[in-house]
């Protein structure tokens, strides 16, 4: 026979299944869910909820005793309520700069010239470890007139008790405008025009264009994502105070965080624990106000739609387009300028002659690498970066495939449990997590070190990765069923669809292992000194010190800064899409 | 006969005086305890509460009595005559119709000694023997005589019945209750008659011993008997079977009861003629009736419609007060006069829409035997094939009317439980010849509690839900076995529009609408329609929950393997795995054998073959002839496209041979062309036994509507026709085949025949 010839065509014959119903079983896969959630669970459920209903426990005892609310009386007593106050005036007034200041200029600087490197430039900020901020405005506030611009220029003394708070809030607002910036002008560029041509095919004013076809569909869901990020990071001014405030006024910038770490010096105390519930209270309290906000009137736009001829028409006014985006540039651009003039002077030079005068030379950064303290920092915060980013990808990924499409269940309260395990503050852990870690061995070690890291960066890779994977086609997830036999070939053919999400992990992770200064200073050791305690030691003698702390840096700032403006995209959209959908 | 048990408001009252009386004494002595010698205002208080009490109870009872008085009853249509004593032949009252049966006894008279009128306790007898008698009159000049042998309630004995005759012709009565002497008493009446021509009519006859000894007659006197059924057994006497009044009758007889009971004119309404129906057409129901229609002036339409309503509302079902309820079930004579068990089983009955066998009916009432020898002597149900009873068609709604009166609602409910039970247990067996029997019940039983006529309808209780689902599944199983989708679609709708209350209303409402939309999901694939298959099938998956899913999905995954979708086939059938139980051997070799035919159609053999074998194992294992042949079926295919042709020779032996045993020619005809298909295609082609199993594929396929296997089955046996040396007939078929290929839309087979073709 010819074998074009043999081909058989036959009949299949399937039967339905009919008749009485059959009980099967409810989660086929419980199996393959517990061993892709186990890691991400152990270690949030050792590192972090312990930790926290600990703290809860804690806050409530005395010596296993329950002493009722005596605790919170104690942390309450001098000038708690002053400490609970300022923290909620930071988590109110910064986020409300900030979003204003990055709206105004994302208006301002869309389609004008220059936007790019206006854009640049304040966007830089956000890539600086806060202890580098922190440097580059004591350095601008110095109160030696000699010395510090901004002394000079005002007459008033910045780093005092009365205006401490103002100096450290213009610092944060300095370093996290940028991010408020390129969320809005991703928000701007999703604005789809036609509705405003309705609004006004209707007859809407100027103010209902504004309401109708601009706030209610897409901006008060951009301010509340703003907002809600920034009053978030207004719990790490922790970095920012330690490093900027002098020991005297310290008292007069106290938060929530320094207080904590203070009062509880890295064991489990009463009074802390009763102040870290009461300040993980309010950060859950505005966690739900800022998601009850965030839901939108209608789905925003999906992504990859083509409707690009979007906002053309939406502009700022021309003289504030022309002026305000360069003058901000210079105005952002000026604490860089003083922080690698500072550095650029020799030591001595530095610490007696204003940043203006006095002759160029790396002369500082030589004696920086000299000691070789600063090079093993270095190697270690590069090593733990590396190490953490990684795990915590492997980590999140198993976890977040597993929660977008093997559906265990409970997949909905995870999602809560993970949202709530991403914004609780780090002081609050502190004490129960040495408490764990004293119990591993592993406190004051790289290793210990590492997992606090992957525990805090896993709720937020895992949100981010669930949601990239959540948006894959379902035909795409179905070829890769159908190809892979097991779970594990089924994830690795989806991975491949995630990756601008996964960057924007990676980038995120690797910036804030590197830019650290919290976990460092709580759970380091003598023989894990990162990055940013080595230069946090260096600042105790901030003047003298101050051409070696500018260089160390201007030094630790490089990596990150070219990390997040080289994947800003990236991570704009993962922030935006992942975090807070 | 047996002395039925006393009422139920007997015993309850006994009860009630017994521990009324022990709790006085208590409370009697207790008070007097507390009063000590001297009675103050506490014992006139207690004396005046009980006195009060009294006196209500007094008057309601005395309320009672004269509702129960308002009940006037219409006058019997032969008066009342003195107990136990012959009479002179009294004359009818508002007798009606029957002009065939009376003129039937006229004429036997003349010829016969002894002529009998029998039929039901209450259907007429009595008054249509009187008319006749009366009709007579002239022939018999030596008098009439009219005797009830019914006296007091009672039957009489046959000494007291000769006692009577005796008496009245001045005969001696018997002197003892012998035989002899009764038959002495017998012969001395018959000479005392002599020649005289006397009729003698008795009335109420309960048994052939009580006149025995008056038959035969004396020569030129007669006998004229109305009687229960059993006279027909004596000799010599001519005996006519009394039915119901027909129609016309009926309708006058009413009509005479309202004009007589004070209603001049009575229109006739349509609705009378259900009305009589409802009935069945008992004339003293009628009568009854049709008396407070006239007295009251209700309307007909009215009460036709309440009446309706009590009969035709589901068991469960409450239905509103119909007044001419108790008129009716307390006026039905034949049924007053039935034993205790027997009424009961004789309403119960009605709760079946259909005959129901003997099991059935002691699942109704234990020990049910004798009762219901009881009716059917008494003409209450009749017999139907396969040694079957149902309560008589005539008396079917008037059944229901006693089962809603007599019956409290509980009793009522747990009797239909039983049944249901009873039903839903014999079904699941799936005895075929029971099926064919009985599938007429069970379907009526299962789609009739929706459509009650009232608006709303409550909720199925849960004692009855879980067997009516059970009964549902099993009928629905056999039609599908049988194929019979219309029924299986009706049963399932049914199922979707029933109420099902309780309280796991959600866990229930979704499992029956989950089971029911994944049943039409598979008629509608079955008919040919895979995307309304797959509409219905995913709604089944989402109402069946997680645990229930495997079957629907199952499901759905076939019929997106019949649009083409093959992955999302594949997905589905997959996903159906994993959610079947372990022990779920047959569901899992299900899914394996839709994932192999997945495989197949996606063209991955090896993949297809791992599901026919797991299949093909499972199937065996738990015992499942025709899955194992489909299984063995297309491992032909998968092995045959691997290279395995020995292997597939084998498998397509093995599905041949099964199929030899099972009837299922749907799945002969495929393992036929398959087996046809790898015959011719073997090298070198075995043309001849190919074209045999090709032909007998074809002429299973003859009577059904051209589908993509028929035109691969032309294809194929052009292929063997071929290999005969028939170069001809091979073209034809080729032909034939791309015809039928292109019309069912499979190019895959249409190209190749196109390919033959052009070669």
């Not at chain 1, 991400?40 to 005892?61: E, F, I, M, N, Q």
């Not at chain 1, 020991?247 to 009062?263: C, H, K």
């Not at chain 2, 007429?124 to 005797?147: E, I």
């Not at chain 2, 759905?556 to 999302?568: H, I, K, P, T, Y």
Request: glycine content about 8%; proline content about 6%.
């Amino acid at each position: 026979m010819s074998p074009e010839r043999g081909v058989l065509l036959g009949e299949t014959v399937v039967i339905d299944d009919v008749g009485p119903a059959r009980r099967g079983r409810a989660y086929p896969t419980i199996g393959t869910t517990t061993a892709l959630l186990l890691p991400a669970a152990l270690l949030l459920g050792g590192l972090v909820l312990w930790p926290v209903l600990r703290t809860g426990h804690a806050s409530v005892t005395a010596e296993g005793d329950f002493v009722g609310l005596e605790h919170f009386r104690t942390a309450l007593a001098d000038d708690g309520w002053s400490v609970l106050g300022r923290t909620l005036l930071w988590a109110m007034v910064v986020p409300t700069v900030v979003t204003a200041l990055g709206f105004v200029l994302a208006a301002a600087s869309r389609r004008s010239s220059g936007g790019r490197i206006v854009t640049l430039i304040l966007v830089a900020p956000i890539a600086l470890p806060l202890v580098v901020t922190g440097v580059t405005f004591r350095l601008l506030y110095d109160p030696d007139p000699e010395r510090g611009t901004a002394t000079w220029l005002t007459g008033a003394l910045w780093l005092g008790p009365e205006l401490i708070t103002i100096a450290l809030m213009s610092a944060f607002v300095w370093a996290w405008v940028g991010l408020a910036v390129l969320v809005f002008r991703a928000a701007f560029d999703a604005l789809p025009l036609a509705l405003a041509d309705a609004v006004r095919a209707y007859g809407g004013t100027r103010l209902d264009v504004f309401r109708d076809a601009r706030w209610r569909p897409l901006l008060r869901r951009t301010v509340a994502i703003v907002f809600a990020l920034v009053a978030l990071a207004t719990s790490r001014t922790f970095d920012l105070i330690l490093v900027m405030a002098p020991g005297s006024v310290i008292d007069e910038a106290m938060v929530a965080p320094v207080r904590v770490w203070q009062t509880s010096s890295g064991t489990v105390t009463g009074p802390s624990a009763a102040l870290g519930v009461l300040w993980l209270a309010v950060v859950l309290l505005g966690m739900l106000a800022a998601a009850l906000w965030t839901r939108q009137a209608w789905p925003p736009p999906a992504p990859g739609a083509p409707v690009r001829e979007t906002g053309s028409e939406w502009r700022a006014p021309r003289l504030v387009r022309r002026l305000l985006p360069p003058a901000a540039a210079v105005w952002w651009a000026i604490p860089f300028v003083v922080l690698v003039a500072t550095s650029l002077h020799a030591p001595r030079d530095a610490a007696t002659r204003g940043w203006w005068t006095g002759p160029i030379g790396l002369a500082s950064y030589r004696e920086l690498f000299e000691g070789g303290g600063l090079t093993r920092s270095l190697a270690l915060t590069a090593a733990l970066a590396a190490v953490v980013t990684v795990t915590v990808l492997v980590v999140a990924l198993l976890a977040a495939y597993a929660l977008a499409w093997v559906s265990p269940p409970g997949a909905q309260a995870a999602g809560v449990v993970l949202l709530g395990a991403a914004v609780v503050p780090v002081q609050v852990l502190a004490g129960p997590v040495t408490e764990v870690l004293d119990r591993a061995g592993l406190a004051g070690t790289f290793v210990g070190l590492a997992l606090v890291h992957v525990a805090l960066g896993v709720p937020f890779a895992v949100l981010v990765l669930r949601n990239a994977l959540a948006d894959v086609p379902l035909a795409r997830v179905r070829r890769a069923r159908l190809a892979g036999r097991r779970e594990w070939s089924v994830l690795a053919r989806l991975a491949p669809a995630t990756v601008p999400a996964v960057v924007a992990v990676c980038v995120l992770e690797f910036v804030q292992v590197w830019n650290d200064f919290v976990v460092g200073l709580h759970f380091g050791g003598p023989d894990a000194v990162p990055l940013g305690l080595a230069l946090y030691g260096q600042t105790r003698q901030f003047v003298s010190n101050s051409g070696l702390v500018a260089a160390g840096s201007v030094v630790a700032s490089v990596l990150p800064l070219l990390l997040v403006i080289a994947f800003r995209r990236q991570v704009v959209g993962g922030l935006v899409s992942g975090a807070l959908r | 006969m047996t002395r039925e048990p006393a009422p139920r408001w007997q015993r309850v009252s006994a009860a009630a005086v017994v521990i009324g009386s022990l709790s006085g004494g208590v409370a009697t002595d207790l008070i007097a305890d507390a009063v000590g010698s001297n009675l103050g205002p506490v014992t006139w208080l207690v004396a005046g509460g009980l006195a009060a009490v009294a006196g209500i109870v007094l008057l309601a009872l005395e309320f009672r009595k004269r509702r129960a008085a308002e009940w006037e009853e219409p006058p019997p249509p032969v008066p009342r005559q003195r107990a136990g004593v012959p009479t002179d032949l009294p004359y009818t009252y508002g007798f009606a119709g029957r002009d065939a049966d009376v003129d039937w006894v006229r004429e036997a008279l003349e010829t016969e000694h002894a002529v009998a009128l029998v039929g039901r306790r209450g259907v007429g007898t009595s008054a249509c023997a009187v008319q006749a008698a009366n009709m007579v009159r002239d022939r018999f000049p030596d008098g009439q005589m009219y005797l009830d042998l019914r006296a007091y309630g009672r039957p009489m004995r046959p000494r007291q019945v000769l006692s009577a005759v005796a008496r009245k012709l001045g005969a001696r009565p018997p002197r003892s209750p012998r035989a002899a002497d009764l038959a002495a008493t017998g012969a001395e009446l018959r000479a005392r008659l002599g020649e005289r021509k006397v009729l003698l009519v008795l009335d109420n006859v309960a048994d052939p011993l009580q006149v025995r000894h008056l038959l035969p007659p004396a020569p030129q006197a007669r006998l004229l008997m109305a009687g229960a059924p059993s006279l027909s057994t004596v000799d010599g006497v001519a005996v006519r079977w009394l039915g119901e009044p027909d129609r016309t009758d009926a309708l006058k007889l009413l009509a005479d009861a309202r004009t007589a009971a004070g209603r001049r004119t009575a229109p006739t309404e349509p609705s009378t003629k259900d009305l009589v129906e409802l009935c069945g057409r008992q004339p003293h129901a009628i009568r009854a009736l049709g008396q407070q229609i006239g007295h009251r002036g209700w309307r007909a339409e009215e009460v036709l419609t309440a009446l309706r309503h009590v009969v035709a509302a589901p068991v469960h079902q409450k239905v509103p007060h119909a007044e001419a309820l108790p008129l009716l079930a307390e006026r039905d004579i034949a049924y007053r006069a039935l034993s205790g068990p027997a009424r009961r089983l004789f309403r119960l009955l009605s709760l079946a829409p259909g005959p129901l066998d003997r099991p059935a009916i002691a699942a109704l009432r234990r020990h049910p035997e004798q009762a219901l020898d009881e009716l059917a002597n008494g003409g209450f149900v009749s017999a139907a094939e396969g040694g079957r009873y149902e309560v008589r068609p005539l008396l079917s709604g008037y059944a229901r009317l006693h089962l809603r009166h007599d019956e409290p609602a509980r009793r009522r409910l747990w009797a239909y439980a039983r049944l249901m039970r009873h039903l839903a247990r014999q079904a699941e067996r799936q005895d075929p010849d029971w099926l064919v029997l009985h599938h007429d019940l069970l379907r009526a039983l299962v789609t009739s509690s929706p459509d009650g006529p009232a608006t709303v309808v409550e909720p199925l209780p849960r004692r009855v839900r879980r067997w009516w689902f059970r009964l549902a599944v099993a009928l629905c199983a056999w039609y599908a076995e049988q194929d019979r989708t219309d029924e299986w679609e009706q049963v399932c709708h049914a199922a979707l529009g029933t109420r099902l209350g309780g309280d796991r209303i959600g866990g229930d409402r979704s499992l029956v609408a989950g089971w029911a939309h994944n049943e039409l999901g598979v008629i509608r694939r079955r008919r040919g329609d895979p995307h309304g298959a797959a509409a219905v099938l995913t709604l089944a998956v989402t109402e069946r929950g997680r645990r229930g899913q495997a079957q629907a999905r199952t499901n759905l995954g076939l019929a997106l393997l019949d649009q083409g979708e093959v992955d999302a086939a594949i997905e589905h059938l997959h996903r159906a795995r994993e959610h079947r139980a372990p022990g779920d051997r047959a569901g899992q070799a299900l899914t394996h054998l839709g994932l192999g035919a997945a495989y197949l159609a996606r063209g991955e053999p090896t993949k297809a073959r791992h599901h026919l074998v797991q299949a093909a194992n499972a199937f065996e294992a738990a015992g499942d002839r025709r899955g194992y042949a489909a299984a063995l079926t297309n491992l032909v295919l998968a092995q045959w496209r691997l290279g395995e042709h020995l292997d597939a020779a084998h498998a397509w032996a093995a599905a041949l041979e099964v199929y030899e045993l099972i009837d299922d020619p749907g799945g002969r005809a495929a393992a036929l062309l398959n087996a046809g298909a790898a015959l011719v295609n073997t090298d070198p082609p075995r043309g001849e036994p190919a074209r045999e199993l090709l032909t007998e594929a074809l002429r299973l396929r003859a009577d059904r509507r051209p589908d993509a296997a028929l035109g691969r089955t032309l294809l194929h046996l052009g292929d063997a026709e071929l290999a005969v040396d028939h170069p001809t007939r091979a073209r034809e078929r080729w032909q034939e085949a791309a015809d039928v290929c292109e019309e069912a839309g499979d190019e895959e087979g249409a190209a190749e025949a196109n390919h033959r073709l052009t070669d």
